[in-house]
């Protein structure tokens, strides 16, 4: 049987997420013991974990505009090795020091900040429109599939060998990738290159400022969980955590649960999206209902977490976030391709760089929220209103009529 070329581009580039993913959340596990061993404070967990997105943000802009210009497939390439290698030299930074390591994991961030904008410039060429938002679902599965295997191998790796070892063996996957990808892929069936869109016209276009919004909200709560998740199952029960143990079985499930339920829910949200276009709906509406779904479902869900002590209904409520969060995988996270296809990657570059804003405020306001209150009620209280906030704005300015040609 022949593979479609196409088939092929998704594949790989939904491998390119999984170890983006795997590379970024090692971390929230490994940082359990290494601050027990170099006796962090939790406001310098939260800089340890914001400044990945420090240096995230300064490339996924840049990564966009190459990707347009010059094709997806270098950018990611080598944006993939670069983060690799630092990845592999994270213990070295870790046990030189906390500003090492705050340094190593901004130049991690320099190298995966390229990574979506440069799969959705691909896509924008490669994937005819019918099956863009799938393929779309199905590479943003990755991060769930990356979440799950990073947090749950990198718990077993330490409680079998060291948390050093974490890191070596994440960072050795990227050049494997690599090589697969260098072979494999070619840049387009009919490569044309993009010029820049003013900043100003974009930032006063409410539609792409719909997306931008959105992006930041969803950002807000995705990476204060992607940070802090294996420390609130690990936190005691009286700090409104799970209190389970580091490497045990409950540790395990409770993370790969909703992991496996964010996996499939993606990948069905994207051909939800897709059939409902295909029966005719209209595009914007489409994108509006899926999108409010996920963000006011996984806010009441959110808001809802905060009263739990029960380890059951509290996996119970992440997968019904992550339920939501799947059926949102046609909403604003593949808004940008109807605005400017031939921008795409530009487009996904400025609305994921702005959004990082929040990526890297949400870890340090949830760190020094523990450090004052000892209680993760008012992080979860916060993640709600951001997800309502951003859920209404989208829901009044987004459009799937093209802005830029």
């Not at 406001?43 to 400044?51: A, K, R």
């Not at 210009?69 to 950018?75: A, H, L, N, S, Y």
């Not at 691909?122 to 429109?129: D, G, V």
């Amino acid at each position: 049987m022949i593979i479609p070329y196409r088939f092929k581009v998704v594949f790989l580039s939904f491998l390119a997420v999984f170890i983006c993913y795997i590379d970024r959340v090692n971390i929230s596990v490994a940082i359990i013991p290494m601050q027990e061993q170099f006796g962090w404070s939790d406001s310098q967990v939260g800089f340890i974990f914001s400044s990945f997105y420090l240096g995230y943000m300064l490339t996924m802009a840049l990564g966009g505009y190459l990707s347009d210009k010059f094709g997806g497939k270098r950018v990611l390439g080598w944006g993939v090795v670069l983060w690799s290698i630092f990845t592999i030299l994270t213990p070295l930074a870790a046990h030189n020091g906390f500003f090492a390591l705050f340094f190593i994991r901004v130049l991690m961030g320099i190298g995966e900040g390229v990574t979506f904008p440069a799969w959705h410039s691909l896509y924008a060429r490669w994937i005819p429109f019918k099956e863009r938002t799938r393929a779309v679902g199905f590479t943003n599965s990755g991060i769930a599939a990356g979440t799950l295997f990073g947090y749950a191998v990198a718990a077993l790796i330490i409680a079998n060998y060291s948390w050093e070892w974490v890191f070596y063996t994440f960072g050795a996957l990227g050049f494997f990738w690599y090589f697969f990808w260098n072979t494999t892929v070619s840049e387009a069936p009919a490569k044309t290159s993009a010029s820049s869109i003013p900043f100003l016209k974009l930032i006063q276009n409410k539609p792409f400022m719909a997306i931008t919004v959105a992006t930041f909200c969803n950002n807000w709560s995705l990476y204060t969980f992607l940070s802090y998740l294996p420390k609130y199952v690990n936190a005691p029960v009286s700090q409104g955590g799970m209190g389970i143990d580091l490497g045990s079985n409950a540790f395990i499930y409770s993370i790969v649960i909703p992991c496996l339920v964010a996996m499939i829910a993606l990948i069905l949200g994207g051909f939800l999206a897709d059939n409902l276009i295909k029966k005719g709906y209209e595009v914007i509406k489409v994108r509006k209902t899926v999108n409010s779904i996920g963000f006011f479902g996984s806010a009441f869900f959110l808001y809802l977490i905060s009263f739990e002590d029960s380890l059951l209904n509290a996996v119970i409520l992440l997968c019904l976030i992550n339920i939501c969060s799947g059926i949102c995988a046609g909403g604003f996270g593949v808004n940008h391709a109807d605005l400017g296809p031939k921008y795409t990657g530009s487009l996904v570059g400025i609305a994921g760089s702005i959004g990082m804003i929040a990526a890297i405020l949400a870890p340090i306001v949830a760190g020094f929220i523990l450090e004052i209150t000892n209680s993760w009620s008012s992080i979860f209280y916060i993640c709600s209103f951001v997800l309502i906030f951003g859920g209404i704005f989208y829901l009044i300015f987004a459009s799937a009529s093209r802005q830029f040609n």
